[in-house]
């Protein structure tokens, strides 16, 4: 199975800072099939990014994604207090899936 | 908008078996991959099992032999069973609806808490 590798492992920054988080795959992963999720604490996640720069419906533009092949990354332009949650890449294009291990951004 | 609203035991003894059911409310259930995804306390995430409106299914290996998913296309919903849990079977449990163009998860159910204890 396809092993994706989240770093760093928690993000400590301020509100208007700008986060870059990244999700490294041991094998080639379509872009396609690369998605982001945020987590609060106590919430089900919420998807951000599909297809690795695809905005889901009614995500803010202050996030984005890039990337292909083995290295991913998402970026938050500048922090709201809402932000401050877990995030999580995920690949779907070889079975089984698989997430990252996770990203937390704290304050 | 599309909500998954999802049901199921919440406490189980050693070697029961889990039973979970997601319902499909506002959208259409063909052309999805209904999917089954749980999260130890405090831990990420782990894809279970995906099954489609014709009842194809893929399972994890690691749980495959445990582990059932069914749907019922009349009612708008599907779900998942697992035979003979263990402490390590606790998680919170999230039924979703996946994208056949992109795998993507969204939107997800509330999530239901399982715990095993004796």
């Known amino acids: 199975e396809i092993v994706l590798t989240q770093s760093p492992g928690t993000l400590s920054l301020s509100p208007g800072a700008r986060a870059t988080l990244s999700c490294r795959a041991s094998?080639?992963?379509?872009?396609?099939?690369l998605a982001w999720y945020q987590q609060r604490p106590g919430q089900a996640p919420r998807l951000l990014i599909y297809g690795a720069s695809r905005r889901a419906t009614g995500i803010p533009d202050r996030f984005s994604g890039s990337g292909s092949g083995t290295d991913f990354t998402l970026t938050i332009s500048s922090l709201e207090p809402e932000d401050f949650a877990m995030y999580y890449c995920?690949?779907?294009?070889?079975?089984?899936?698989?997430f990252g291990q996770g990203t937390k951004i704290d304050i | 908008q599309v909500q998954l609203q999802q049901w199921g035991a919440g406490l189980l003894k050693p070697s029961e078996t889990l039973s979970l059911t997601c319902a499909v409310h506002g959208g259409s259930f063909t052309g999805y991959y209904w999917t089954w995804i749980r999260q130890p306390p405090g831990k990420g995430l782990e894809w279970i099992a995906e099954?489609?409106?014709?009842?194809?299914?893929n399972y994890n290996p690691s749980l495959t032999s445990r582990l059932t998913v069914s749907i019922d296309t009349s009612n708008s919903q599907f779900s998942l069973r697992l035979t003979s849990v263990t402490a390590a079977d606790v998680a919170v449990y999230y039924c979703?609806?996946?994208?056949?163009?992109?795998?993507?998860?969204?939107?997800w159910g509330q999530g239901t808490l399982v715990t095993v204890s004796s």
């Open positions: 979703a609806r996946g994208h056949s163009y992109s795998g993507s998860l969204d939107p």
């Open positions: 094998q080639s992963v379509s872009s396609i099939y």
């Open positions: 099954i489609n409106h014709s009842g194809g299914a």
């Open positions: 995920h690949q779907s294009g070889s079975s089984p899936a698989t």
